[in-house]
């Protein structure tokens, strides 16, 4: 049976009301990433099979908007730009971009000051540098990187005012812990993580992006996360290539990478990272997931199905941390990169439980990659 039958069939007018209720008149804008940003020119880098992501922003959300949704939401525009695809995950975008009758143009002055909504469906997650940009100009948006067709038909067909309930019970069984445990075991070891969230008060991504305050959700959404103020410990990482490694945790940064099955070498070109420019292994983020929806292959939305966990480095500023970009020693090592705990995504590591340690007592959130009694609990109220 296909995963995706119970999700209504995906509506990019359902989608942009829900998240944004556009004023009338207000400007709309798509931007894509391409490695050589000139072949929007005529439309030429749809001719390309590899870039499926383009096509879907192209197909699916540019002439969606030319063909009748932008009029029927009331707004204008659903103008198309490409810049040059940055390499990265949350790093700076380059100033120029490109249009389809080949103009140059500069996203400070013919993007960010001209539109009111601004779309990135790319490669590799905007959402930090977009977030600043719309502090600054003043504008709303939306990233959805890794767009695929599982994500179409599921995590953006979903009604986000139920995600944003949902979102918000979570939060509030979340929020104000002093911090939380997690427990792993990997290749028969067992160790805890420990991370200190000093009762701030948890955030979440719930898809609504609405009224006068600049804001950039990250689509899908669902999900409720911390900016850790400390951690120590140490979590078992599954590189993009298979290879396990133990991350050992101290003062809330990586300190070191130890190999434990697969090429040595990219436990040790990430040791080597670590120690040319050390705030790479800064744990800037822990995040739960929100929502009940299949695996898409996409960390984007996978990071957002319920009984899942993520933490994540580097950069951290868009969510409320500390971590900028001129802090690294590098322009090019400031990303914001995800590491999803999920049956599919690392089935070598088992998150055997995290619990949230608040008021003095520790009360477990998640067992197996399950809710505990805790969390369905809070989502049934």
Do not use: W
Not at 21 to 43: M, S, T
């Amino acid at each position: 049976m296909d995963s995706s039958s119970s999700f209504p069939p995906f509506s990019l007018f359902r989608l942009l009301k829900t998240t944004f209720e556009p004023r009338p008149g207000e400007r709309i804008a798509v931007l894509i990433d391409l490695p050589n940003p000139q072949d929007i020119k005529d439309f030429s880098f749809l001719a390309d099979p590899s870039l499926s992501i383009q096509r879907l922003a192209h197909d699916v959300f540019y002439r969606g908007l030319q063909q009748g949704v932008a009029a029927e939401l009331g707004i204008v525009g659903g103008d198309l730009f490409a810049y040059r695809i940055t390499g990265g995950s949350n790093l700076d975008l380059p100033p120029d971009a490109f249009t389809p009758d080949g103009r140059q143009v500069q996203l400070a002055e013919a993007v960010y000051p001209r539109f009111q909504i601004i779309l990135c469906i790319s490669t590799f997650s905007a959402t930090a540098p977009l977030t600043a940009f719309a502090k600054q100009f003043g504008f709303r948006g939306a990233t959805l990187h890794g767009l695929n067709d599982a994500i179409l038909r599921t995590g953006l067909a979903v009604d986000y005012n139920e995600v944003s309930r949902n979102a918000e019970k979570l939060r509030l069984s979340l929020t104000r812990a002093d911090g939380f445990e997690v427990d792993f075991e990997v290749h028969g070891r067992k160790v805890t993580l420990r991370l200190d969230t000093r009762q701030q008060e948890a955030q979440k991504s719930h898809g609504l992006c609405r009224g006068e305050k600049p804001d950039v959700a990250n689509l899908p959404a669902g999900e409720v996360y911390f900016v850790p103020a400390g951690a120590s410990g140490a979590f078992p990482m599954r590189y993009a290539d298979g290879t396990l490694g133990l991350m050992h945790v101290q003062d809330c940064r990586i300190q070191r990478a130890e190999f434990l099955a697969g090429d040595p070498s990219v436990v040790a070109t990430h040791n080597a990272k670590l120690a040319s420019d050390p705030v790479t292994g800064e744990l800037g983020e822990l995040g739960f997931g929100t929502q009940s929806l299949p695996p898409s292959g996409r960390d984007i939305q996978d990071e957002k199905i319920l009984g899942t966990m993520h933490v994540a480095t580097g950069r951290s500023d868009h969510l409320g941390g500390h971590l900028t970009p001129e802090k690294f020693a590098s322009a090019l090592n400031a990303t914001h990169d995800d590491i999803l705990f999920a049956p599919h995504k690392t089935p070598e590591i088992f998150v055997h439980e995290v619990r949230m340690i608040r008021d003095n007592s520790r009360i477990a959130v998640l067992r197996d990659y399950q809710p505990t009694d805790y969390l369905k609990s809070a989502l049934a109220s």
